[in-house]
């Protein structure tokens, strides 16, 4: 599948907002239904998941971290703009980690988001029974 790109949103997020829950707002509100984009900042706390075998394990990462980078994708799931992301943070000694976002990564001082729709790409999630995922079901 092949995009144009379509409009290029930048996003504030701000003291105490969820990192995941304000870039669906961000997609939902600019009505990018399928882009991707990428963000740095600081956060409070981090909470992400490593999945294996179909299950998704959670951790958590105390802060105060920065962002070093976070990565992501939109595409429609249940007909509306859904971020699938990945994170990586890094404490005040320069100790990394990271996984896949989680709702609970609470935003520091701020994040700034860089979202990039594809303007005519059409993606949305459809659950795989094999791998307990939803996975994007692409269309022409």
């Known amino acids: ?5 379509g409009k290029v949103v930048l996003a504030r997020l701000f003291e105490d907002e969820d990192l995941l829950e304000t870039i669906n707002l961000v997609a939902n509100q600019a009505e990018v239904n399928v882009g991707f984009f990428n963000l740095i900042g600081t956060l409070k ?3 992400v998941e490593f999945y294996r075998e ?3 394990e959670t951790i ?3 802060g ?3 962002i070093a980078s976070c990565i992501g994708n939109i595409s429609l799931k249940k007909g509306k703009p859904f971020a699938h992301a990945h994170i990586v943070v890094s404490d005040e000694k320069g100790k990394a980690m990271g ?3 989680k709702q609970g990564c609470t935003v520091g001082a701020t994040a700034e988001l860089v979202l990039i729709e594809a303007a005519n790409a059409r993606l949305h999630k459809k659950f795989d029974k094999k791998t ?3 996975l994007w079901a ?3």
């Open 132 to 134: 307990q995922l939803y």
């Open 99 to 101: 996984g896949h976002v």
């Open 45 to 47: 706390k981090a909470k």
């Open 54 to 56: 179909g299950k998704y």
């Open 60 to 62: 958590e990462i105390a």
């Open 64 to 66: 105060p971290l920065e």
């Open 1 to 5: 599948m092949q995009s144009k790109t």
């Open 138 to 140: 692409m269309e022409k």
